[in-house]
């Protein structure tokens, strides 16, 4: 049973529509992330989250925004959409395995697949 | 800078036989290091990892994989390929943010 949640799955929408991907979990994880992965391509961070109240900017640069008012939530919203957005957008959430060793261990929801005509 | 290179986007195999999947890092710190599983239509799901200690890391459904500094490698094997391996993998490295490559398909013949 999945410990992280994703909706929509899938969603087609025209161009300059505002849209929002949901994701939430249920482990009570602190950090969470999104990442946008097109076919063949590997996944790229475009946001992250420590905690409450704290959202940064990943490495590809995405005209999307975050929130993250509560722990478990973490929703992705594009303003205006266009083709360029069409992707996959994977939501993930993690725990550090052992103080010592630091390592954050990501666990993924299913994904939210966008078409944007 | 870390970075993740995965040799060969696209692998095959017959059914019994080794699957061996490819993955090279950069990291100018020493590295932590994973190998997820992608299903059709599901996330990522963590297959096995390096933090310290023995190099040689198991993980599920009988896949294993073997940390090598000086190689700067981390290759995943699994001696006898089953069907339902069938999926994408993706190396990644990284503490708090991970870097994934670009993933490899596995196909697996009868």
């Known amino acids: 049973e999945a410990d992280i949640y994703q909706t929509p799955r899938y969603l087609v929408i025209g161009t300059g529509k505002k849209i929002t991907l949901e994701c939430s979990q249920t482990?009570?994880?602190?950090?969470m992330y999104w990442y946008q992965q097109d076919p063949g391509m590997e996944l790229h961070l475009i946001h992250y989250?420590?905690?409450?109240?704290?959202?940064e900017k990943g490495d590809l640069s995405s005209e999307s925004t975050v929130s993250r008012i509560r722990t478990e939530h973490f929703p992705l919203t594009l303003e205006s959409a266009r083709p360029s957005h069409t992707s996959q957008y994977l939501c993930a959430s993690s725990e550090v395995t052992g103080r010592i060793s630091g390592a954050n261990v990501l666990t993924f929801g299913a994904g939210s697949r966008l078409t944007v005509l | 800078a870390q970075s993740v290179t995965q040799l060969g986007s696209h692998v095959s195999v017959s059914e019994g036989a080794l699957v061996l999947l490819r993955c090279n890092y950069s990291s100018s710190v020493p590295p932590y290091l994973f190998w997820y599983v992608q299903y059709p239509n599901q996330g990522l799901q963590l297959l096995l990892k390096y933090t310290t200690g023995a190099t040689l890391v198991k993980g599920i459904n009988g896949f294993e994989a073997e940390f090598k500094k000086s190689e700067t490698s981390f290759h995943l094997t699994k001696p006898s390929a089953h069907m339902s391996d069938a999926a994408e993998y993706f190396c990644a490295v990284g503490a708090q943010k991970l870097v994934f490559g670009q993933g490899t398909r596995l196909t697996i013949n009868p």
């Open positions: 482990m009570g994880h602190d950090k």
């Open positions: 989250s420590y905690g409450v109240n704290s959202t």
